[in-house]
């Protein structure tokens, strides 16, 4: 292949979204094609314009004719291109072929195949499917026969997706014995026309002709067309399905951000607005979206890194799926009686886009894998469960519970010592224990974490803090919640977020020092209420808040009252010795919460007016990260107590977690944990004036809330009777599940709240 040319080169150089920008404006201006094939020519005839302009291929190596772009540029890029409705390349399995090309083809086979299918000039299909082979493509039987220089291919292919439009298929293919197996297994580029090659077009459930059978008859193959050595195809395919499920299709993401908007707008134009049911499905998909963003985005990072995306990868093939069928079947669900038309019907809604959507959607979950392949992947090569087909077990990714994506250097190592201290001081017997003591904490731990920096781990610096960032403290947070630490961290901590918000620095300070602390304030279903709150009049404060969180040991507590004289709200602070705190029973043995009686009482006031509505408003954000990042860690602890347990107990004859039933529900935990942390850090991540912070922060807390009790319900049922236990941990995480997703807002609630942005943006564009 040729040298980079100087468009290329560009790219690399900086100034490649200045020229993109340019040819985008300039795409944006042209008038659109009226019909499909129009529209067909129309890509293919853009993907050259973006290969001559040197902007094709952001994440492919310049040496071949892409822009290498870092991660961050490459997000860039497919937003960009997104947004100005450029069209994708017509042939999606051109990406999945192509770096396996790059990483195992010769210079010659580059030379030949790259730049003609990153032109679109030549199509691509995939042969790894058979009729005996679909998911267990170690079954395949198609062979191929070493003759001279060429090989005799003999066999048949299906599912095979536009090979009635291809000129190339890419094809697994047996050179070995007979039989099940991977060894033997060879990788071949084989030409569509070349004689002996029939195909017979499938129609699929929706109407169309997607995919076909492809049937070989002693087709002649040059050896030069084999990619890799012999025998080492079932190595070098993985190179393509993991790139199928990482770059290759990057920008699904923005794809569906697009289509999940439509159906917001669908639901509003449909009357389905104020529909409760409705609006916390249309929740349920504005989650699933952002974690296939932020999975996407670190798949992406594990393959620019040099590793294989693995895990992250197989999770989010998983979630795509599941996620595409629920999209659609919500957006046929809107459609109303116009469900029963056809989608080529006269009067089917927005032309039958929906209902023939939701019918091609039922292949998300077989193709490429099916949903059922993807979970024992997940299983056995993610969690090293034992595989069913008696084959042993792998070393797991990661061990279960930990971040599946590698943390960076100061959050591991923030990890590492937290968990240390915990593990030094938390024990099963050492909670239960505390049933009789509900009123009281671990204050030797406790000491341990002022002296490792918590509270003020995030606190400014001017009060003592560390200042350290949002995703730090709830990494840290979501550490305690693995462990059940019996301490108050999170009440102390939402606490001294109201402080400093409020601009209560020698309060705050008292606070980061070490002083355990408590926001005395109602709360309902929706979070912190104004309505009914203790009365302050003239230095002295009247009135009873229920349910309080840490109150029983904290040594600072901050009220949230009315001023009797002006109406309006104040912080104030008092002295736990002078209010009435009357211990109450919590459903989480780890947590104290009582009742804070207030009668003539005196406070000091810290905060007043716009001040205090302004600090709400800011806590309530970071409350809410805090109380859902101990929830992850919860999630993340049964998830790995459900996997231990899996591992070790036998039941006729076999370890449990060798059955699917068993493995399948590991597998959930493991993405319902993993998408709730990477949710609540992304969330964490974002910038208080960030537009997006807010509804951000609603929906990570909403899904990670949700977790946590889906995850220690279903820990105490792998484990079964042993999990119902009193002795055993299973039904504390439960416990201290529960106790978080009533503590400061419902989930549907928030997803409520989220859903109302949602439709003021979508009205408002």
């Not at 066999?155 to 047996?174: P, S």
């Not at 250097?409 to 009789?436: H, K, M, N, P, W």
């Not at 040991?553 to 104030?572: F, K, N, P, R, S």
């Not at 009533?742 to 942005?757: G, H, I, K, N």
Request: charged share 20%; with cysteine.
């Amino acid at each position: 292949m040729e040298e980079p040319s100087t468009a290329v080169l560009g790219a690399r150089t900086g100034d490649w979204r200045s020229r993109l920008s340019a040819l985008l404006d300039d795409y944006r201006k042209r008038p659109r094609p009226a019909t499909s094939s129009d529209r067909f020519a129309a890509a293919i005839a853009w993907q050259s314009e973006l290969v001559d302009a040197g902007l094709a291929a952001p994440g492919w190596p310049a040496a071949v004719g892409g822009m290498e772009l870092s991660l961050d540029d490459q997000l860039d890029y497919y937003r960009m291109v997104s947004a100005a409705g450029a069209p994708k390349h017509p042939c999606a399995m051109s990406f999945i072929v192509a770096p396996t090309i790059i990483v195992h083809g010769t210079q010659e086979q580059k030379d030949r195949f790259l730049e003609p299918l990153l032109r679109a000039d030549e199509f691509w299909c995939q042969g790894f499917s058979e009729p005996g082979a679909g998911s267990d493509l170690a079954s395949l039987s198609t062979r191929a026969v070493r003759d001279g220089d060429i090989y005799r291919v003999t066999g048949q292919k299906i599912w095979t997706t536009k090979a009635d439009k291809a000129d190339w298929i890419f094809a697994l293919v047996r050179t070995g014995p007979a039989g099940r197996g991977t060894a033997g297994i060879t990788y071949l580029l084989i030409p569509m026309d070349s004689p002996g090659i029939e195909i017979r077009p499938l129609r699929d459930a929706a109407g169309g002709y997607h995919f076909a059978e492809v049937f070989f008859d002693d087709v002649e193959v040059p050896i030069t067309n084999r990619l890799g050595a012999e025998g080492e195809g079932w190595s070098i395919m993985r190179t393509s399905l993991g790139h199928e499920r990482a770059t290759a299709f990057l920008a699904d993401e923005f794809r569906y951000r697009s289509t999940v908007d439509k159906v917001v707008r669908l639901a509003v134009d449909r009357g389905y607005a104020d529909d409760p049911l409705v609006r916390q499905e249309i929740a349920r998909i504005e989650t699933s979206v952002r974690s296939i963003t932020a999975n996407s985005a670190r798949a992406l990072e594990a393959v620019l890194r040099g590793e294989d995306p693995g895990g992250v990868a197989s999770v989010n093939r998983l979630v795509k799926s599941e996620f595409e069928q629920h999209l659609h079947r919500l957006a046929l669900r809107l459609t109303g009686s116009a469900a029963v038309l056809g989608a080529r019907s006269e009067g089917a809604a927005e032309n039958g886009r929906w209902t023939y959507g939701y019918l091609m959607s039922r292949a998300a979950t077989i193709g490429a894998g099916t949903a059922e392949i993807q979970r024992n992947t997940i299983a056995e090569g993610v969690l090293g469960l034992p595989s069913p087909r008696c084959e042993g077990r792998r070393v797991p990714t990661v061990t279960p519970g930990s971040p599946l994506a590698p943390p960076e250097e100061d959050e591991a190592a923030l990890r590492e010592v937290l968990a240390s201290v915990f593990s030094s001081y938390v024990e099963t017997e050492g909670i239960l224990a505390r049933e009789t003591s509900p009123g009281d904490y671990d204050i030797g731990l406790w000491d341990e974490l002022v002296k490792f920096g918590l509270p003020g781990l995030s606190a400014p610096e001017r009060l003592g803090g560390g200042a350290a960032s949002l995703r730090l403290l709830c990494a840290a947070v979501e550490e305690a919640g693995y462990h059940l630490a019996p301490v108050p961290l999170v009440p102390t901590l939402i606490a001294l977020e109201v402080l400093v918000a409020a601009g209560a620095d020698r309060t705050a300070e008292v606070v980061v020092k070490g002083a355990t602390a408590a926001f005395v304030a109602p709360v309902d279903d929706g979070g912190w209420v104004r309505d009914g709150l203790p009365i302050y009049e003239a230095g002295r404060l009247n009135g009873v808040v229920e349910r309080v969180l840490g109150a029983p040991v904290a040594d600072v507590l901050i009220v949230l009252a009315t001023d009797a004289t002006t109406g309006e709200l104040v912080l104030a602070t008092v002295e736990p010795t002078a209010a009435s705190i009357t211990v109450q029973n919590s459903i989480d043995i780890t947590a104290t919460v009582g009742v804070v009686g207030l009668d003539a009482t005196p406070g000091t006031v810290v905060a007043a007016g716009t001040a205090v509505v302004d600090a709400l408003a800011e806590a309530t954000r970071v409350a809410q990260l805090l109380v859902a990042a101990d929830s992850v860690g919860v999630a993340n602890r049964a998830l790995a107590l459900a996997v231990e347990w899996s591992g070790q107990r036998e039941q006729f004859g076999r370890v449990i977690g060798s059955f699917q039933a068993i493995s399948h529900r590991c597998g959930y935990l493991l993405v319902g944990a993993e998408g709730a942390r990477g949710q609540v850090l992304a969330a964490a991540d974002r910038d208080s004036a960030d537009p997006d912070a807010v509804l951000c922060a609603e929906l990570a807390s909403a899904e990670a809330l949700r977790t946590a009790v889906r995850s220690s319900e279903g820990c105490i049922q792998i484990h079964g009777g042993i999990g119902f236990t009193w002795e055993h941990t299973a039904h504390l995480l439960l416990r201290r599940a529960i106790a978080n997703e009533a503590w400061l807002s419902r989930p549907e609630a928030m997803c409520d709240r989220a859903v109302t942005e949602l439709f003021r943006r979508v009205t408002a564009a």
